[in-house]
């Protein structure tokens, strides 16, 4: 957003000299330094911000008794959107602190960790993130501006946007298998060993609500899966007895009303396939629609489903049946228009564009060498994939896999012999000194950061890409 919203500036940065012009400039004295700018600049911060009250000032110069360097830094930030290279010599949390005495710790957060500054192809390993205890993270979650909650045994740590902050909580679980972050100070929580689904409020260390599912039989349920939209939350319950399942739906904005069950399924005799449990929800908001997978080990091997689900009708758009090479994870991609998985046989990346699936029997094109489908060695077990912008990551062990589609003008011919539009290429990322080291168990992104938690680990690697500022 351009600093200037009313007469244009003669020259960058410079008003022409008029009367209304200078009946334009405001002045402010702050810790006894005098600083001049514009009504616009200030009316930049919000009405909600002190920068905006005294943009409403009228013959008069107002004083603040503030550090004037620290007001200097805010003050380049309204004007450029950026922080100046000088903001280096500054401690992160006498920024933030002051940020939001004046009102206007969202500009900050947007210039340092907004998610468009991610670049994947820009990313180097910055720092980690140590955690209390001996247990390593279980599960992780973050929010759009990068600040993130691990799961690691029975406590929460949470690190703020900066990641300068950190809090840990104990909460009742044995281990959390399940984490979301609702918003920086409210997760939800839940394990496979342990009845229910509860709402953490992390600022106060208290559980403020317990959502639980019933079946016919009134057993209680254990959670498998949390995933959210803008307005609901989902939560894949199964039985105590492992004999039945489904994806309860409430609705955020109403303290958590539960509004409908979807996907209600019972195990009947031995047919376990019947009844798979969905270890994975994603909202698809190109398509409104909630995807839910889940696979499970059998005499045949690895099989699972994966159903796309409308929220209006509570029916089965689509689904994808596996059975080879079943996935070991599943993405879907709203920014390709794909669904991803990396195969538990092959190790191998695996994509179906959303307009295939359902069309054949078997969608899925493999990115990688086709052959390892069936040789049965399971290279894929415990591989992650996840989707983030334009990319796809896929762990590999210790290694990271970044995909990316190239844009070609003509169609090519895959080694299965079909006619393939797209062309997706594996890539390197980060310097070869970060990569390896123990297998990979979970990958996050949040703010111009992605997260990633390795097995026996008792921290959390950040991989950044560089931004102006800190």
Not at 316 to 331: A, P
Not at 377 to 401: L, M, T
């Amino acid at each position: 957003m351009p600093p200037f919203a009313g007469p244009k500036p003669h020259l960058d940065g410079f008003y022409q000299n008029s009367r209304d012009s200078i009946s334009n400039v405001i002045t402010i004295d702050v810790g006894g330094q005098i600083f001049q700018t514009t009504r616009q600049t200030l009316a930049l911060a919000g009405s909600k911000s002190l920068f905006s009250k005294l943009s409403n000032l009228q013959g008069t110069i107002p004083f603040i008794d503030r550090d004037p360097e620290l007001f200097s830094i805010l003050l380049s930030l309204l004007r450029t959107g950026n922080l100046p290279s000088k903001a280096k010599a500054f401690d992160v949390q006498d920024l933030i602190f002051e940020s939001r005495f004046y009102g206007i710790e969202n500009l900050l957060i947007n210039s340092q960790s907004n998610p468009s500054l991610f670049e994947a192809f820009n990313v180097d390993k910055s720092t980690i993130l140590p955690l209390s205890g001996r247990d390593s993270p279980s599960t992780i979650s973050t929010t759009q501006f990068g600040s993130v909650h691990v799961a690691n045994g029975c406590k929460i740590t949470s690190f703020d946007w900066s990641l300068q902050r950190k809090s840990t909580i104990l909460t009742q679980f044995t281990a959390i298998d399940s984490l979301l972050a609702l918003s920086p100070k409210t997760v939800a929580a839940g394990a496979t060993d342990f009845s229910g689904l509860q709402i953490i409020d992390l600022d106060k260390g208290i559980v403020k609500e317990t959502l639980n599912w019933e079946n016919v039989t009134r057993s209680s349920s254990t959670v498998q899966a949390i995933g959210s939209s803008p307005e609901y939350l989902f939560t894949s319950f199964e039985s105590g007895r492992r004999n039945s399942n489904c994806v309860m739906v409430y609705d955020i904005n109403d303290g958590f009303r539960p509004v409908t069950t979807i996907g209600h399924y019972e195990i009947f005799g031995a047919e376990l396939d019947s009844a798979i449990p969905a270890t994975k929800l994603q909202w698809i908001s190109s398509h409104n629609l909630l995807m839910a997978s889940g696979s499970h080990s059998g005499p045949a091997g690895v099989v699972g489903n994966i159903r796309f689900w409308d929220m209006r009708s509570g029916n089965v758009v689509w689904e994808v049946k596996e059975k080879v090479d079943c996935f070991s994870d599943v993405t879907a991609s709203d920014n390709l228009s794909a669904l991803f998985k990396v195969g538990v046989n092959s190790g191998e990346v695996f994509f179906t564009d959303f307009r295939s699936i359902g069309a054949a029997e078997d969608s899925w094109v493999c990115l990688g060498d086709v052959r390892k489908v069936i040789n049965g060695k399971k290279e894929g077990s415990g591989c992650k994939i996840e989707s983030h912008g334009n990319q796809v990551f896929c762990s590999k062990g210790g290694n990271i896999e970044l995909w990316s589609e190239v844009l070609t003008g003509s169609s090519i011919k895959g080694e299965n012999g079909r006619v393939e539009d797209r062309v997706f290429r594996k890539n390197s990322m980060g310097r070869a000194k970060d990569m390896g080291g123990s297998r990979i168990t979970n990958l996050a992104f949040g703010g111009n950061k992605m997260f990633v938690t390795r097995k026996d680990q008792q921290f959390v690697e950040v991989w950044q890409s560089s931004v102006r500022g800190f």
